[in-house]
C-alpha cells in the first residue's frame, strides 16, 4: 500500500540553525500538506501546496518558513532560523483530489 | 466557538466492551467528515470517512446526524489495540482541504 514517508525521523539542531525537513508524498497525489504537533498539544495546519505552489497557510507559517517541491517526488519544508518554540513533531500529508488525508510518520524536530 | 468539540475522556473499557463517541461541530455547512486515530506520538491514521449519514467498517461504525449536527463513532468488541485518541475531523472547507484538529477523544482498552 502506497504511504507518505519523511526523513529524517529525528532532528536535533540548535536555536538559529537552518532545518530542512523532508517527505515523499504518495507518488500520484495533487495536495499536499504540512502540520505540525507540539507535545502534549492538538495538530495544527501550518501549510498546504497544489500546483506548485502555496494554496493556504496559517499564521504560524511565518517568513521563517518555506515549502519547496524540487521535483517529482519530494515535498520539503525549510526552517530558516529555528527557535526553541519550533520543537515538535511536524508531519507531512498528501491527497489525490478527494478529501482523504494521508500522514506521513514525522519528523521529531528538537531544538537547543 | 471550536469547529469541533469532543469529550476528551479518557474512556476507560475493558476488553470486548463497546463504546461510543459523540462529537459536535459547529458549522452547519460542514458536509463530510474523517475519524482519525492518533497513537501517541505517531501520525493521524485515518479510521473513517463519513460523507453521508453513516459509515461501517467491521467493529467501527460511524453516524452524521446533520440536524443536531454531531457525529458518533462506536466500536464494538474493543481490543487492546484500539487504545488510541480518537480525532473528529471536518473535511476542509475548500478543494485544498486544510484539515483543523480538536484535542480528540482518548480512548485505554484494558485487559
Same mark, same amino acid.
Given at each position: ?51 506548485? !505552489?502555496? %494554496? ?9 518558513? /518555506?515549502? =519547496?517541491?524540487?521535483? +517529482? ?11 526553541? !518554540?519550533? %520543537? ?9 483530489? /478527494?478529501? =482523504?488525508?494521508?500522514? +506521513? ?8 | ?20 463517541f459523540n462529537c459536535t461541530y459547529s458549522n452547519s455547512a460542514s458536509q463530510s467528515f474523517f475519524w482519525y486515530r492518533q497513537d501517541c506520538r505517531k501520525e493521524p491514521k485515518l479510521l473513517m470517512s463519513v460523507y453521508s449519514s453513516g459509515n461501517e467498517d467491521g467493529r467501527f461504525t460511524a453516524q452524521l446526524n446533520r440536524a443536531s449536527q454531531y457525529i458518533s463513532l462506536l466500536i ?36
Amino acid at each position: 500500500e502506497p504511504e507518505v514517508t519523511q526523513t529524517p525521523s529525528h532532528q536535533v539542531t540548535q536555536m538559529g540553525q537552518e532545518v530542512i525537513l523532508r517527505c515523499v508524498p504518495i507518488s500520484n497525489h495533487l495536495y499536499f500538506y504540512w502540520y505540525r504537533q507540539i507535545l502534549g498539544q492538538k495538530v495544527e495546519f501550518l501549510v498546504s501546496f497544489y500546483n506548485n !505552489e502555496i %494554496s493556504e497557510k496559517s499564521e504560524i507559517f511565518d517568513d521563517q518558513f /518555506s515549502v =519547496e517541491r524540487p521535483d +517529482g517526488s519530494n515535498f520539503t519544508l525549510k526552517i530558516r532560523s529555528t527557535k526553541l !518554540e519550533d %520543537s515538535a513533531m511536524y508531519f507531512c500529508a498528501s491527497k489525490l483530489v /478527494s478529501y =482523504e488525508q494521508y500522514f +506521513g510518520p514525522g519528523t521529531r524536530l528538537t531544538v537547543t | 466557538r471550536k469547529e469541533v468539540e469532543q469529550d476528551p475522556g479518557p474512556f476507560n473499557v475493558p476488553e470486548g466492551a463497546t463504546v461510543a463517541f459523540n462529537c459536535t461541530y459547529s458549522n452547519s455547512a460542514s458536509q463530510s467528515f474523517f475519524w482519525y486515530r492518533q497513537d501517541c506520538r505517531k501520525e493521524p491514521k485515518l479510521l473513517m470517512s463519513v460523507y453521508s449519514s453513516g459509515n461501517e467498517d467491521g467493529r467501527f461504525t460511524a453516524q452524521l446526524n446533520r440536524a443536531s449536527q454531531y457525529i458518533s463513532l462506536l466500536i464494538r468488541d474493543s481490543k487492546l489495540s484500539d487504545s488510541a485518541t480518537y480525532l473528529c475531523v471536518p473535511a476542509g472547507g475548500t478543494s485544498y482541504g486544510k484539515l483543523t484538529f480538536g484535542q480528540g477523544t482518548i480512548l485505554t482498552v484494558h485487559p
